[in-house]
């Protein structure tokens, strides 16, 4: 009898190294999918069980039930998160484990550019297929209100840089995120402001670094742009910018600005209006805050574009009308 039971033990045993060993090299083998990277949504709550049902649904040929036992005696399964993730050909069980707790998303990126204004923005964000156009048919209104501004103009208010999403992410989260940006830069401008700055205000440095971001061709310029402006302002002369008329033209903006277009008054038009405008005409990047509050020493009244994407800077208009006949008319 003890004879015997040696024996059951030893066999039991010996299954037991087997199973052991077919499933420490089950782990370590590429689940099968075919070719293509398979898409696999985790919602947050889902248990371990779900989420192997959930890796069979998103095509993998594999034993859901199998998978969930993996799960458990690897003592991770608790730790899986929610997320949108890529599975590619060649993954492993073992492999697969291990992006789901480590949090391995699927990430795109979405570029937002400087001197952008808000519509283009949207645009930018609508193009992107991975994810979640839930402002797509909102009002600018509303838009704030869902980042948490409700009344504030969203001109000028998202910093333009590049953003890294999951797949599935709501445009919100991404707005929300270059909302942030944006006042953290902001403030941080604000703090290493200049006495030649004639900014009163976060606000109104904002709106005067929007101007000067559409107004700079070449970057060593903008300091002096800035000073430009900022020279006006102080003296009380009407800033004559270009980039204003065309903002408050909005879409009937075709791309030539005509002698009316300058004549004709909207908020925006400083050639009619002095001052600077009622909100920012484009999303402003690091340099130009900066520059804004910190603009370079300067006389200049006036400046004129070389055609090389540099400019000319006059502290007369003497000065400026030759500048003019020599860059613009060839004279």
């Given at each position: 009898?003890?004879?015997?039971?040696?024996?059951?033990?030893?066999?039991?045993?010996?299954?037991?190294?087997?199973?052991?060993?077919?499933?420490?090299?089950?782990?370590?083998?590429?689940?099968?999918?075919?070719?293509?990277?398979?898409?696999?949504?985790?919602?947050?709550?889902?248990?371990?069980?779900?989420?192997?049902?959930?890796?069979?649904?998103?095509?993998?040929?594999?034993?859901?039930?199998?998978?969930?036992?993996?799960?458990?005696?690897?003592?991770?399964?608790?730790?899986?998160?929610?997320?949108?993730?890529?599975?590619?050909?060649?993954?492993?069980?073992?492999?697969?484990?291990?992006?789901?707790?480590?949090?391995?998303?699927?990430?795109?990126?979405?570029?937002?550019?400087?001197?952008?204004?808000?519509?283009?923005?949207?645009?930018?964000?609508?193009?992107?297929?991975?994810?979640?156009?839930?402002?797509?048919?909102?009002?600018?209104?509303?838009?704030?209100?869902?980042?948490?501004?409700?009344?504030?103009?969203?001109?000028?208010?998202?910093?333009?840089?590049?953003?890294?999403?999951?797949?599935?992410?709501?445009?919100?989260?991404?707005?929300?995120?270059?909302?942030?940006?944006?006042?953290?830069?902001?403030?941080?401008?604000?703090?290493?402001?200049?006495?030649?700055?004639?900014?009163?205000?976060?606000?109104?440095?904002?709106?005067?670094?929007?101007?000067?971001?559409?107004?700079?061709?070449?970057?060593?310029?903008?300091?002096?742009?800035?000073?430009?402006?900022?020279?006006?302002?102080?003296?009380?002369?009407?800033?004559?910018?270009?980039?204003?008329?065309?903002?408050?033209?909005?879409?009937?903006?075709?791309?030539?600005?005509?002698?009316?277009?300058?004549?004709?008054?909207?908020?925006?038009?400083?050639?009619?209006?002095?001052?600077?405008?009622?909100?920012?005409?484009?999303?402003?990047?690091?340099a130009s805050l900066l520059a804004t509050v910190q603009p370079a020493e300067s006389k200049a009244l006036y400046f004129v574009a070389r055609g090389d994407g540099s400019s000319q800077f006059s502290a007369t208009l003497d000065e400026h009308n030759r500048a003019?006949?020599?860059?613009?008319?060839?004279?």
């Amino acid at each position: 009898m003890r004879r015997f039971l040696v024996t059951v033990f030893l066999l039991a045993s010996l299954l037991g190294l087997g199973v052991g060993g077919w499933a420490l090299w089950w782990v370590y083998q590429p689940m099968r999918q075919g070719a293509a990277t398979l898409d696999l949504a985790i919602e947050p709550g889902t248990l371990p069980r779900g989420v192997a049902q959930a890796v069979a649904n998103s095509g993998v040929d594999i034993n859901p039930d199998l998978l969930y036992a993996w799960f458990r005696v690897s003592g991770q399964g608790r730790l899986i998160k929610a997320g949108n993730y890529e599975l590619e050909p060649g993954l492993t069980p073992h492999r697969l484990l291990a992006k789901l707790t480590r949090g391995e998303e699927a990430l795109r990126a979405v570029t937002l550019v400087e001197g952008w204004n808000f519509r283009q923005f949207r645009a930018a964000l609508a193009r992107e297929e991975q994810m979640k156009p839930d402002t797509r048919d909102l009002a600018d209104d509303a838009v704030m209100n869902l980042v948490g501004k409700p009344g504030l103009h969203p001109e000028g208010r998202f910093y333009p840089d590049t953003y890294t999403y999951a797949k599935g992410t709501s445009d919100v989260a991404v707005l929300r995120r270059a909302l942030r940006a944006m006042d953290k830069h902001l403030a941080a401008a604000w703090e290493q402001r200049s006495p030649a700055t004639v900014a009163k205000s976060p606000d109104e440095a904002l709106i005067l670094a929007s101007i000067v971001e559409k107004e700079t061709g070449r970057a060593a310029d903008r300091a002096h742009v800035a000073a430009e402006f900022n020279n006006r302002l102080r003296v009380g002369m009407p800033l004559q910018t270009d980039p204003t008329v065309i903002y408050g033209m909005g879409t009937a903006f075709d791309g030539n600005l005509r002698k009316k277009d300058l004549q004709t008054d909207t908020p925006w038009n400083t050639y009619m209006r002095a001052g600077l405008p009622p909100t920012p005409i484009s999303m402003p990047g690091k340099a130009s805050l900066l520059a804004t509050v910190q603009p370079a020493e300067s006389k200049a009244l006036y400046f004129v574009a070389r055609g090389d994407g540099s400019s000319q800077f006059s502290a007369t208009l003497d000065e400026h009308n030759r500048a003019v006949n020599k860059f613009q008319r060839g004279q």
